[in-house]
């Protein structure tokens, strides 16, 4: 590990996860520079858990594009076929891909000559008595309503994308690279643009879930951004809400609202949001470095994850317009995400572009980042010391599982099977043990492993999880015993649940917001501030 470097080239840093303390925190949304101005390659996030109805398999979802209005047409937010998506898994402890997923996306035009790339109403719109010629009276203006991906209801998808699946083990000369789409067209979800063109979204939508044999499937397309979090107040320097603070200090919960599983105390400002996933589901036993399902107390059980976009290296314009770009064979990578929130919070500003264009073997050369994260002294002072903060160095070699060392090691409590020698580099990986079975919906927590609920963050990821808090609590202290007590264990932003109920099957997150239906949760707006009122009906939505 590096020393730290001088104060002033830190950034408003965390653990190596996130924080409340800073808005977009729980989630890479627009983190660095280069993706700041890239939005089709910014990861917003990662998630990696063990599925809730099958304790044989693993789901990941990769999440991109942040913050999309659900009714920004014409064109809506495809997917960007010039990007190479991966989803990567380490299996050996050395921090290198031993597995990776490759999603490739293509585009295709079906009504060149409609304004809009989604139409559709009923069983189709004619041409009326007085249509001027030359369109007959009686004519076909508007295609039927759009009920499927493909063949009959599907003539209204004027922009559609297709996608394949790759899986390739190995690196080098040995390895394996194998085809999941297994010849099958594979159609990405489009945005719900609303009920007269997509009259039954969540059938629709269901549509896009695939059966590659083999125990996967697979899902790509526009849902609902699954993250939750007061931005405004966290952006506005801290200026949290007092409903967000009942124990008399802003940012700081009460028992009460801290045991709060669906209720929020503040405004959801991704709240009617979209984003692109890309979700798989697939065998334990595709992933592990023997083939095996394993029990959590062997370190075989443990994998690491991540994302990456990735484009070509060169790209050079077409000289007529609308022409074909010529495009490198070689890509570079855009960016990626193990852990939530690293590069937004964490890494300076100077080194977020170097960050994402790096490979997590090599995220020593960043380690002065965490060693004494710049943001648990600024929570210290904002707090007036009211809030203490462990003495650095925050990540110890010699005492791994302490403090934050189990989000850059394979160490306990996430892997308390490995050795020393299995510890590997401090690496930016979200670690998931896939002997850890999934937690009953009745039982889960929202603030998952440091609630005792073992099958969440920062094991894997699960949609729910609450990160922000998790991550807020983690870089003032709390998974060092000494500092687990309050006011450290209650830090939070305020929300503590999505606007829109997960699922509980393949692909977890909810479908898309309605374009014509949809709505944004602004501060001080009463009625749509925790999940029941959804349920109910006090929150339109779709």
């Not at 627009?30 to 099958?54: G, Q």
Request: overall charge negative; proline content about 9%; aromatic content about 8%.
């Amino acid at each position: 590990m590096k020393t730290p470097v001088n104060h002033t080239r830190w950034p408003l840093a965390l653990c190596i996860a996130l924080t409340a303390m800073q808005p977009a925190q729980a989630a890479n949304h627009r983190e660095a520079p280069l993706t700041a101005l890239d939005t089709k390659a910014d990861i917003t996030d990662w998630y990696a858990f063990v599925s809730y109805n099958d304790p044989s398999k693993v789901t990941m979802i990769l999440n991109v594009d942040p913050l999309l209005e659900p009714s920004n047409g014409p064109n809506y937010f495809p997917f960007d076929p010039e990007i190479l998506y991966e989803m990567k898994v380490d299996n050996n402890f050395d921090a290198d891909e031993d597995i990776t997923l490759q999603f490739r996306f293509k585009t295709e035009n079906r009504l060149p000559g409609v304004f809009t790339g989604f139409v559709g109403a009923g069983t189709g719109i004619v041409a009326p008595a007085n249509s001027p010629s030359p369109v007959a009276p009686g004519s076909l203006i508007v295609p039927p309503a759009i009920t499927a991906l493909d063949g009959p209801g599907s003539e209204g998808l004027g922009l559609r994308q297709s996608y394949t699946v790759t899986l390739i083990k190995g690196k080098g000369a040995n390895r394996q690279v194998i085809d999941l789409t297994n010849q099958q067209k594979l159609y990405a979800v489009p945005s719900n643009v609303g009920p007269r063109t997509m009259p039954n979204y969540q059938s629709l939508a269901s549509q896009g879930i695939y059966d590659l044999g083999g125990g996967v499937s697979v899902f790509a397309g526009t849902v609902d951004d699954p993250f939750y979090i007061d931005l405004g107040a966290t952006f506005d320097t801290f200026n949290f809400r007092a409903a967000a603070s009942g124990a008399g200090v802003p940012g700081v919960f009460s028992e009460d609202q801290h045991v709060a599983e669906t209720k929020n105390f503040a405004p959801d400002d991704v709240a009617g949001f979209n984003v692109n996933a890309i979700a798989i589901e697939l065998p334990i036993a595709l992933l592990t470095q023997d083939g095996k399902q394993h029990s959590a107390g062997e370190a075989l059980a443990v994998i690491g994850t991540y994302a990456t976009t990735s484009r070509p290296r060169t790209k050079a314009y077409a000289d007529r317009p609308g022409g074909k770009p010529k495009l490198a064979n070689a890509y570079v990578q855009i960016q990626r995400m193990g852990n939530p929130l690293i590069n937004e919070v964490l890494i300076g500003t100077g080194d977020k572009d170097k960050f994402s264009m790096s490979e997590p073997k090599d995220d020593a050369n960043f380690a002065g980042y965490v060693l004494d994260p710049l943001l648990a002294r600024v929570i210290n002072a904002a707090y007036g010391g009211a809030v203490p903060i462990p003495t650095p160095p925050r990540v110890n070699p010699a005492n791994p599982s302490l403090d934050l060392g189990p989000l850059v090691f394979y160490a306990a409590p996430i892997c308390p099977g490995c050795s020393p020698a299995q510890r590997g580099p401090v690496a930016d990986l979200l670690r998931l043990n896939t002997g850890i079975g999934p937690t009953p919906l009745s039982a889960r927590k929202r603030m998952a492993f440091l609630a005792g609920d073992t099958a969440g963050f920062p094991n894997g990821r699960r949609v729910s999880d609450d990160v922000t808090d998790i991550a807020a609590q983690a870089v003032v202290g709390v998974l060092n015993p000494a500092f687990n007590s309050f006011p450290n264990n209650r830090v939070a932003d305020g929300v503590n649940a999505n606007d829109r109920t997960y699922q509980e099957v393949f692909p977890y997150v909810a479908f898309a917001n309605s374009g014509r239906q949809s709505r944004h949760v602004d501060p001080g707006e009463s009625g749509c501030f925790d999940a029941v009122s959804l349920a109910v009906g006090s929150c339109p939505n779709n």
